[in-house]
């Protein structure tokens, strides 16, 4: 277990202001959290070599890439031993249409988020990619009607 800095307030304001635009110029961050914009990078270098800030990315429009269609899929696999169940989380995590991809305590024992042009596409996806794998024993599907947060 990773042993992490005790955040103060300045830090817990930094780390808003970032998750709300990773893209924020180090001068209007310290402005936000009244701080100059020295201490401000040293206290964010901190947080990123501390693994407390693990990196900042782009959030691109799905329609744009021509996947708008968004399905979370429950995942059941019959087999318990360890080499087929890091197979099998190997083999989906390489999935290019799969976008989060969690392994969950009880049923069921996966729930993988992903993103795909349109039926046609996700019907491939789960017949050729998914139901493929040995482990597989049950799947449901669950498409996204609307999305409301994140």
């Given at each position: 277990?990773?042993?992490?800095?005790?955040?103060?307030?300045?830090?817990?304001?930094?780390?808003?202001?970032?998750?709300?635009?990773?893209?924020?110029?180090?001068?209007?961050?310290?402005?936000?959290?009244?701080?100059?914009?020295p201490?401000?990078?040293?206290?964010?270098?901190r947080?990123?070599?501390?693994?407390?800030?693990?990196?900042?990315?782009?959030e691109?429009?799905?329609?744009?890439?021509?996947?708008s269609?968004?399905?979370?899929?429950?995942?059941?696999i019959?087999?318990?031993?360890?080499?087929?169940?890091?197979?099998?989380?190997a083999?989906?995590?390489a999935?290019?249409?799969?976008?989060?991809?969690?392994r969950?305590?009880?049923?069921?024992?996966?729930y993988?988020?992903?993103?795909?042009?349109?039926?046609?596409?996700?019907?491939?996806f789960?017949?050729q990619?998914?139901?493929?794998?040995?482990?597989?024993s049950?799947?449901?599907?669950?498409?996204?009607?609307?999305?409301?947060?994140?």
């Open positions: 277990m990773r042993n992490y800095p005790e955040l103060d307030q300045v830090d817990r304001e930094i780390l808003f202001h970032l998750a709300e635009d990773g893209r924020m110029s180090n001068v209007e961050l310290a402005r936000r959290v009244g701080l100059t914009p201490p401000c990078l040293r206290r964010v270098k947080l990123e070599d501390a693994g407390v800030i693990t990196g900042y990315r782009a691109v429009n799905p329609e744009a890439l021509g996947r269609l968004e399905v979370v899929l429950s995942v059941e019959a087999v318990n031993n360890l080499q087929t169940v890091e197979e099998f989380e083999r989906v995590a999935l290019d249409a799969v976008l989060e991809f969690r969950m305590f009880g049923r069921p024992d996966y993988i988020r992903v993103a795909v042009a349109d039926q046609v596409a996700y019907e491939r789960l017949s990619e998914i139901m493929l794998l040995p482990a597989v049950r799947v449901d599907s669950h498409l996204t009607m609307k999305r409301i947060k994140g």
